[in-house]
């Protein structure tokens, strides 16, 4: 794909408190310690300079450096099972979360509980059945690239509200991010209700 040199600063829709973006990648491991039998899980929640998949004239790319606020004042952030608050396997203010930015992403490690919840986790991954990881943020700052075949809008500050491990990976479109898109085809001055899909998408995550 062509993209122009143009990149545009539009602010982002500011969310209210409880509206969350969620995005997802795979890829998780497990280590046991032979002696103690503790398992630590090691994976990334983001992955960065990665095209997401297509959300209709649009794609999303999390820069390096986008989570480096947060971990700079050591914010507490909890991990969770599928973003569920009442299934906390780690948390970073008791360190048994700890997270870092490398050159690959968001780099997470936790130390599992001795839960019912936790040991069926660890089974799960152990046998294939799960192996997503996924973050909730909202944006702080971002850039829209304008391309001739799509739009990418590049994450370059967020605020990291939590991680998760998830059964079901993907990277999925938030109205936020359709609101944020329509926001920046309207600075360009282009007619974004020409883009059907797009309208249409916006209507939907409207009404849900």
Not at 87 to 94: A, D, L, N, T, Y
Request: some cysteine; glycine content about 8%.
């Amino acid at each position: 794909m062509k993209i122009k040199t143009n990149q545009i600063q539009v602010r982002d829709f500011k969310p209210a408190a409880d509206e969350v973006e969620i995005r997802q990648f795979t890829g998780i491991e497990l280590r046991k310690d032979e002696k103690t039998n503790a398992i630590t899980l090691r994976g990334y929640a983001a992955v960065f300079n990665s095209e997401s998949q297509d959300f209709g004239g649009w794609r999303e790319v999390i820069e390096p450096g986008a989570f480096k606020a947060d971990l700079d004042l050591k914010k507490d952030v909890r991990a969770m099972i599928g973003h569920d608050s009442g299934r906390i396997i780690g948390r970073s203010k008791s360190n048994t979360l700890r997270m870092s930015e490398d050159e690959r992403g968001l780099a997470v490690e936790i130390n599992l509980p001795d839960t019912t919840d936790a040991r069926d986790l660890a089974a799960n991954i152990s046998a294939g059945n799960i192996d997503g990881m996924s973050f909730g943020f909202r944006t702080r700052s971002a850039i829209w690239e304008e391309g001739e075949e799509y739009d990418i809008r590049h994450l370059n500050d967020v605020e990291l509200l939590e991680v998760s491990v998830v059964a079901f990976p993907a990277y999925p479109a938030t109205s936020i991010g359709v609101r944020s898109h329509t926001d920046f085809l309207n600075t360009k001055g282009k007619n974004c209700r020409t883009d059907e899909p797009l309208r249409r998408r916006l209507l939907d995550l409207r009404q849900s």
